[in-house]
């Protein structure tokens, strides 16, 4: 059976949020789906999964150094990625306030280790953005992109 | 004395509009500003001005093709635009839909350019965004940066 | 049977010659290849195709406007080309000239589009990269990034 | 008299002697300059400067997460940093490698902070950049990028 595992970061919970309501979506893909926090996930175990997803909160219009310190750590095992699928999400305190360029970071790291990544025509293109706490529109995006995930993640395996 | 020079491409006039509220940023500082429709203008007008800041609508990530291309003839003085200071904002449907991919995209070509250019560190970081028509967030956003860049050309005239 | 179509913009015959040892790529895939100039593409004909390579010159870090303008034209099915496969490549004066950024910036639109993308953990990560004239090295990677998507457009579809 | 700051990280030696070159050609425009390892850096120093470099290796197209980590600490002041000059380098080890996004990943953080970047129009465009151990081109490079930002520090100062 196909798993997406979603690893995040999260100070005010924001981005927490956001994950659970990814996972939501996954769910009703009937695919299953981990939830961690970054501070607890080991690099080796992003192995262990079809699809890996990836949210942050937008520090500086990148990804917290945590997250960072997972990719890096991830190059132990480069090359064994290639071909899974790979998404990201992120928060942030304004518009234009670099949740983007966050979300674009993550992509790139992935893409770098061979994965599969995929924008959607609607909404959020590149990843689901909250700006501030999510509301009603950041928890339509992020179960939709938790379905569209789930659903490339049954199409490749 | 100093001149800037903004130009943009508008479909719906979201960006013209966001290009008039710079100017009047600019206008506070005492600097000249002309305001041009990217299809008026030549590339070689560049040169005329000691600050450019480029507005488009978010197309699919980047810039309209208008104004790619007056970026693509600029090559024609290539180098000529060195020290310049540029500044780029974006106008878009929807928050997450490549405003600051778009706005990044012309601050690489200004930074090609050998320009100078400069982010700020309240709101709307790396240029200013409008998710729809510009509200009262974007009046003060793009006023601000108006007034940011003119006193920078200032500085750096 | 899959079908990928490639499409360039070329001056000097770089970016040209790299679409066609990609080409050569999706062919070991056995695998339907079609091969275009810009110039000669209208929007609608990429629906026709389950991958879409886009490949242009680095012109000030983005790819050309002729490039941006069919991307432009493109919205009028916006949404049909979701999950279609994409791909880029850029060639490039310079090491550090801006080839990935332009790389990138097509990927991006492809992402808006709602495509699926690739990167490659071996080489050039984000698309292959010639800095002047396609040596062996960029002979090599522009055949295996041929083969990938081929790969990629085969299983997905 | 204007001071820069240039911080690396290092594991190869090859990010490290990049700073020294470009340290160089700061010391050729009779700046004062102080090289330091991310490692040994408070990010309240970076206070004490009007400019500051940034170099990393290419770590999954992204700077390592050392640097990532002393620009999220530069949290504690910001909005101090407004106006300061900004550069930022990478070593890589493949053409296409990531090395360019490595690059903007540290200079859009630094236009978060408000601080005030430069392009080159001739060569490496972003920053200064190494394919493997530093050779001759990049040696012109580096030279080049140091002095051109001293020039600006001494400009804006």
């Known amino acids: 059976m196909a798993k997406i595992l979603i690893i995040y970061y999260s100070e005010t919970g924001n981005t927490k949020k956001m994950a659970e309501l990814i996972a939501e979506g996954i769910k009703e893909e009937k695919v299953d789906v981990v939830i ?17 997803i990836i949210g ?6 990148l990804p ?18 290639e071909g899974k699928i790979g998404g990201a999400f992120s928060s ?9 360029t966050t979300i674009m970071a993550i992509l ?9 990544v995929k924008g959607n025509s609607k909404g959020d293109h590149y990843g689901p953005v909250s700006i501030g706490k999510p509301d009603s529109r950041v928890e339509r995006q992020s179960k939709a992109y938790g379905r569209m995930i789930a659903q490339l993640v049954k199409k490749l395996k």
């Not at 961690?36 to 890996?52: C, P, R």
């Not at 790139?108 to 599969?116: C, E, S």
């Open 64 to 81: 917290a150094y945590q997250i960072k310190k997972l990719l890096d750590e991830s190059v132990a095992f480069h090359g064994s990625l």
């Open 36 to 52: 961690k926090n970054v501070e607890d996930t080991q690099a080796k175990e992003l192995l262990e999964y079809d699809g890996i």
């Open 92 to 100: 942030s305190a304004n518009i234009g306030g670099g949740n983007e």
């Open 108 to 116: 790139q790291a992935m893409l770098i280790h061979g994965m599969v």
């Open 56 to 61: 942050s909160p937008t520090y500086y219009g």
